[in-house]
C-alpha cells in the first residue's frame, strides 16, 4: 500500500537553524498546530505543543530556535528541546518531549510522509 504525501511547504521556506514553517496537521480528525524546521541539513517536524501544557512553542510565527541557534525553546514555559529529535533538554517539559512527524524533502519541496 502506498503511502500518503502531501506538500507543507518549498524547502526554500525552511532555513538552517532559523525561521521554520507553520502547518496543519490532521490527527484523528483534529487539525493540530504543527511546524517544520531545518537542523544540520535536515527537515524535522513536530506538533507545535510544548511538553509541558498544549501551548505553541514560537514566540513569533515561525521562529522556534533559541538565541544560539542550537536548540528548539518554548517560548511560554523556556524548556529546551533537540531540533533533531524533540527530546526534551531541560526545563519545565520534566522529560516529555515533542511529537514528531514524519517528513521527507523531494525535489524542492517538504512533504509529509505518513
Not at 490532521?26 to 541539513?41: D, H, S, T
Not at 535536515?42 to 501551548?55: D, E, F, I, M
Not at 510565527?61 to 538565541?67: A, S, V
Amino acid at each position: 500500500m502506498a503511502q500518503a504525501q502531501r506538500l507543507i511547504c518549498r524547502s526554500n521556506e525552511v532555513e538552517e537553524s532559523a525561521q521554520g514553517f507553520r502547518f496543519k496537521f490532521e490527527r484523528f480528525a483534529a487539525e493540530l498546530p504543527a511546524f517544520v524546521i531545518r537542523y544540520q541539513g535536515k527537515v524535522y517536524a513536530y506538533l507545535n505543543q510544548c511538553g509541558h501544557v498544549p501551548a505553541e512553542l514560537d514566540w513569533q510565527p515561525g521562529h522556534f530556535f533559541d538565541d544560539s541557534k542550537l536548540y528548539l525553546i518554548c517560548s511560554i514555559h523556556g524548556a529546551l528541546y533537540a531540533p533533531e529529535s524533540g527530546r526534551c533538554l531541560g526545563g519545565r517539559c520534566q522529560g516529555v518531549g515533542l511529537k514528531a512527524i514524519k517528513v521527507i524533502e523531494i525535489d524542492g519541496d517538504i512533504l509529509l510522509d505518513q
